[in-house]
C-alpha cells in the first residue's frame, strides 16, 4: 500500500482554532493507545494517507511526514507479513470490513503487532474502492502473553505427554475432555477418537463397571486412589494404580477430574513372586525341623532292620524286615526331596531309570486328578537311562499333567508316554537342541481345548496365562523350559483348537557304560578292629542302635547324650577314642561346636559329622571346615559302617 507525497493542504484556520486542534489532538495523543486513519484510493490504484490521530508516533516512532517519505503503510509492514496484507487489502476491495492481526517495524527495529480495524469507502458511481478509513492498535504485549501462555502450554503438554501413565481430564457429566499421548498408544486411537465421549462408550462394560463407583467418588469432590485388575484385549493380565483428583471452579463447584492411571503389573507380579519365595523360604524353614525329627526317628528303624536281618532266618520275618527298611528308605528320599525343594537347593544329578518316576506320577494322577480324567501311559521296554535329578524331572511333569487337567475341565484322555529317538542334525538345528544323539522323550498329551496358534509362542513367557486373574500365576511353563534346558534338554509343543495338546520333553540319554548306582549294602562295609568309637547323639534310641551296630562289627564303643557328656568322656582318656561320631544339632553344646573344641585341643582327630536337618554344605560351614565325613540321616548300617571305615582311614 504505497502512499504518494501527502495532498496539497487546505487554507490555514484563524491562529486561535488552529492553536485549540492542536491541543486538543496533543492531549488525544498523549492518553491514546491506538491511532486512527484516513486515506484515499486514487484511480490509478495509489494509495494516499490523508490524516492520522491518536498514537500514532508512540506505535510507529515516525512522524507524519518521515512515515509517508519512507513509503507509508506498505513499507512498515514485516515482510514475513506482506501476504498478509495483500489479502487484507483484497478483503476491502470487496467492499467488506477488515480486522486483521499482523506485524509491523517501529523506526527503531522493534516489532510491533497491531490490530487492525478498517472499513472500505466505496465509489457506488466507479463500483469500486475510493478510500479507507479505520483504527489501528498497539496488540505487541497481549501477543507476547499469548505467545508465552502457548510456550508454558506445549511445555506443559510435553510434559504431559512423556508421563509413562494414562493422564486425562473427565468432566462433570463423565466425559473426556483431554487425553495424553500415552493413552492414544494403549488404545491404539487419537484423542478425536476419546475426547467429548464418555466413560461407558470408551470403555469395556466390565471395566466401567470397576471405575464408575470411583469415578461417582471423585465427581462427589473425593480424591480417589485404587488398584484396577484386568484382562486386557490381548490376553495378558494387568493391574493398574489409578488416582483421581477432582477439579474445582472458585466457588467450590466441581468440574470434573484428573485421572491418572499408572501400569504397575510388573511390580505386583513381581511383589508376588517375592511372598512366594518368603512361603517357600517358611516352608523350607519349617521342613528342616520337621525334617530332623523324623530323620531321626526313621534312622534307628533303618539300622534296627539291619540288625534284624542278621538274626532273623524265617523268610517271611526276612521279607517283612525289607518291607520295613525299604519304606524307611522311601520315607527318607521324600524328605530329602522335601528339603531340597524347601531351600531351593540344587541337587546333584545321578543316573536314573525313569520308568520309576513315571509310575509315581501316573499313582499321584490318578489318585488326585477328576475321575473324569483318563489317563493311559506307554514306556517303551528300552528306556535308555538319563542323568538328571528326580526332583526336578517329577516337577516338570506335574506341572504339563496339571495344565493338561486345566485344559479339560469337562474331562478327556491325558496320555504319558515314554520313548527313545534319536536327535539328528536336522531335527537340532531346528529345535535348538543343545546337542544331537541318543534321547529320551517325555510325552504328556491331553484331548483338551488346544491352544491357539495366536499364542502358542507365548506360552513359555514368564507371566503369561490364559487363565482368569488369580487364578494362575504363569510360572508353570517358564519353570518347566527353565529345568529342561538346565537339563540339556529341549521341548516341542504340537496344538490345535478342539483337538488338544502334545508336549514332548527331549532329555539326552546316559551314556551306556554308566548304569544307575545300586545302593551300597550292609554286606559289603568291613568289619573294625576294636578301634574305639565316640557316639554323641541326643536321640536315645538311634544312639542305642548305632552303638550295637559298631559293636557288633568290631568297634569298641563310647556313647553320650550331650556335647558336654562326651567332652568329659574325651577329656577321661583321650587315647582310646580313635573316632567321634557326633550329630550336630543337639540342644546346649551341639555337635558343631563339639568337634570345634576337640579339633583345637586334637588338630588330627578323626570325626564324623551326622544331621537329619542340613546339607552337606551347610555341615561343612557349621564346622568351618570340609576334611569330616558327614551322615546324612537316616542311613542303615551299611552306609554308618562304610563311613566309619573310610573315616578312620582317612
Not at 485421572?259 to 511372598?275: A, H, K, N, Y
Not at 525329627?293 to 536281618?309: E, H, R, T
Request: proline share 6%; hydrophobic share 40%.
Amino acid at each position: 500500500m504505497n502512499e504518494p507525497p501527502r495532498p496539497t493542504e487546505v487554507p490555514a484556520k484563524p491562529p486561535a482554532i488552529a492553536a485549540a486542534n492542536e491541543e486538543r489532538y496533543r492531549l488525544i495523543s498523549s492518553v491514546a493507545t491506538d491511532y486512527v486513519f484516513s486515506s484515499a484510493l486514487e484511480p490509478d490504484g495509489k494509495l494516499v494517507l490523508n490524516w492520522v490521530a491518536g498514537a500514532f508516533e508512540k506505535i510507529t516512532g515516525y512522524g507524519f511526514d518521515e512515515y509517508v517519505a519512507r513509503g507509508g503503510w506498505r513499507a512498515a509492514v514485516h515482510p514475513d507479513d506482506l501476504a498478509q496484507d495483500d489479502r487484507d487489502l483484497a478483503t476491502l476491495r470487496a467492499n467488506r470490513d477488515l480486522r486483521s492481526e499482523l506485524r509491523t517495524l517501529a523506526k527503531d527495529g522493534r516489532v510491533v503487532w497491531v490490530e487492525v480495524a478498517a472499513h472500505p469507502v466505496w465509489d457506488d458511481k466507479q463500483n469500486r474502492l475510493a478510500g479507507i478509513y479505520g483504527a489501528v492498535k498497539d496488540v505487541t504485549r497481549r501477543k507476547q502473553a499469548e505467545a508465552e501462555t502457548q510456550a508454558t502450554t506445549d511445555t506443559l503438554n510435553a510434559f504431559v505427554d512423556s508421563v509413562p501413565a494414562f493422564g486425562a481430564f473427565v468432566d462433570a457429566k463423565e466425559r473426556y475432555r483431554f487425553v495424553n499421548r500415552y493413552h492414544e498408544n494403549w488404545f491404539k486411537d487419537s484423542r478425536r477418537h476419546f475426547i467429548g465421549r464418555r466413560l461407558e462408550e470408551v470403555h469395556r462394560p466390565s471395566t466401567y463397571a470397576i471405575m464408575r463407583p470411583y469415578s461417582r467418588r471423585a465427581l462427589a469432590g473425593e480424591t480417589v486412589r485404587y488398584e484396577h485388575e484386568m484382562t486386557g484385549r490381548d490376553g495378558h493380565y494387568y493391574c493398574f494404580d489409578v488416582q483421581y483428583v477432582p477439579r474445582r471452579a472458585s466457588d467450590g463447584t466441581v468440574l470434573g477430574y484428573f485421572s491418572l492411571v499408572f501400569d504397575v503389573t510388573e511390580r505386583v507380579l513381581r511383589d508376588r513372586q517375592l511372598l512366594r519365595t518368603q512361603r517357600l523360604e517358611s516352608v523350607g524353614r519349617l521342613a528342616s525341623g520337621i525334617a530332623h525329627d523324623l530323620n531321626n526317628i526313621l534312622s534307628p528303624v533303618l539300622m534296627g532292620a539291619d540288625l534284624l536281618l542278621d538274626s532273623v532266618q524265617d523268610p517271611n520275618g526276612r521279607n517283612l524286615l525289607e518291607m520295613v527298611k525299604s519304606s524307611a528308605q522311601r520315607g527318607a528320599a521324600i524328605l530329602r526331596q522335601l528339603l531340597t525343594f524347601g531351600r531351593g537347593e540344587e541337587e546333584g544329578r545321578d543316573v536314573l531309570d525313569l520308568e520309576p518316576l513315571i509310575r509315581d506320577m501316573l499313582k499321584i494322577v490318578a489318585e488326585t486328578f477328576p475321575k473324569s480324567v483318563s489317563v493311559q501311559s506307554r514306556v517303551a521296554p528300552d528306556l535308555p537311562a538319563i542323568r538328571g535329578n528326580v526332583t526336578h524331572l517329577h516337577q516338570m511333569l506335574m506341572n504339563l499333567c496339571i495344565n493338561a487337567r486345566d485344559a479339560m475341565p469337562a474331562g478327556g484322555r491325558l496320555t504319558l508316554d515314554a520313548r527313545a529317538e534319536t536327535v539328528d542334525a536336522e531335527l537340532a538345528k531346528t529345535c535348538s537342541a543343545p546337542a544331537t544323539g541318543p534321547h529320551v522323550v517325555l510325552e504328556v498329551a491331553d484331548t483338551g481345548a488346544g491352544i491357539p496358534p495366536e499364542i502358542l509362542d507365548k506360552i513359555f513367557d514368564p507371566f503369561f496365562t490364559t487363565k482368569p486373574a488369580g487364578q494362575g500365576t504363569g510360572l508353570g511353563l517358564s519353570t518347566v523350559l527353565g529345568l529342561v534346558r538346565s537339563h540339556q534338554g529341549f521341548i516341542r509343543v504340537d496344538s490345535q483348537p478342539g483337538a488338544g495338546t502334545r508336549f514332548q520333553i527331549y532329555l539326552p540319554a546316559a551314556p551306556a557304560e554308566a548304569p544307575p548306582e545300586a545302593p551300597a549294602s550292609a554286606a559289603t562295609a568291613l568289619r573294625g578292629h576294636g578301634e574305639g568309637i565316640l557316639v554323641v547323639d541326643d536321640e536315645e534310641v538311634a544312639l542305642d542302635v548305632a552303638r550295637r551296630i559298631l559293636e557288633q562289627h568290631g568297634y569298641r564303643t563310647l556313647v553320650a547324650r550331650s556335647g558336654a557328656e562326651a567332652l568329659a568322656l574325651y577329656d577321661r582318656d583321650p587315647a582310646r577314642i580313635q573316632l567321634v561320631v557326633a550329630d550336630l544339632m543337639m540342644p546346649g553344646m551341639d555337635g558343631a561346636a563339639l568337634l570345634r573344641h576337640l579339633r583345637r585341643t586334637t588338630p588330627n582327630l578323626k570325626a564324623v559329622a551326622m544331621t537329619g536337618g542340613l546339607s552337606r554344605a551347610e555341615m561343612a560351614q557349621a564346622l568351618e571346615t570340609e576334611s569330616a565325613e558327614f551322615l546324612l540321616k537316616p542311613f542303615d548300617a551299611a552306609v554308618l559302617l562304610e563311613t566309619v571305615r573310610r573315616a578312620l582311614r582317612a
